[in-house]
């Protein structure tokens, strides 16, 4: 059965909720659609979260990012709202989203949105 997308963001637990650790992800092919538009936007996003009590699931992740790809959105409004539905799944310590765009119209936009106090390295 193939995959499709979904909003559904699955979570395991922590393997060591203990410790302040930090997990990263870089999703390369991340797209979306210009409101303005209709044109595709292309970016990467950047994930870095130091988890709690759970971590999320990467093919869910992946499938929840693909859902945005007909979606019209602007680039701080989908970068913000990953944060916000990451925040609600996995409820973590602390989280930075970056949205890193491909050049439009001569401009090339990077998005940061951040959750939390980071633990102190």
């Known amino acids: 059965m193939p995959s499709k997308p979904s909003r559904t963001l699955d979570t395991f637990p922590n393997p060591k909720p203990g410790r302040a650790y930090e997990i990263a992800m870089v999703c390369p092919e991340f797209t979306c659609v210009c409101p303005k538009t209709g044109q595709p936007d292309f970016g990467t996003i ?4 130091v988890p709690s009590r759970t971590c999320v699931e990467l093919k869910s992740l992946k499938l929840y990012l693909w859902s945005f790809r007909d979606e019209g959105t602007f680039h701080e409004a989908v970068t913000n709202r990953i944060c916000d539905d990451l925040v609600k799944a996995i409820a973590p310590r602390w989280i930075e989203v970056v949205g890193d ?21």
């Open 46 to 49: 950047r994930l870095r979260y």
């Open 101 to 121: 765009f491909a050049v439009r119209g001569g401009i090339h936009t990077v998005v940061t949105a951040r959750h939390g106090k980071r633990p102190v390295d």
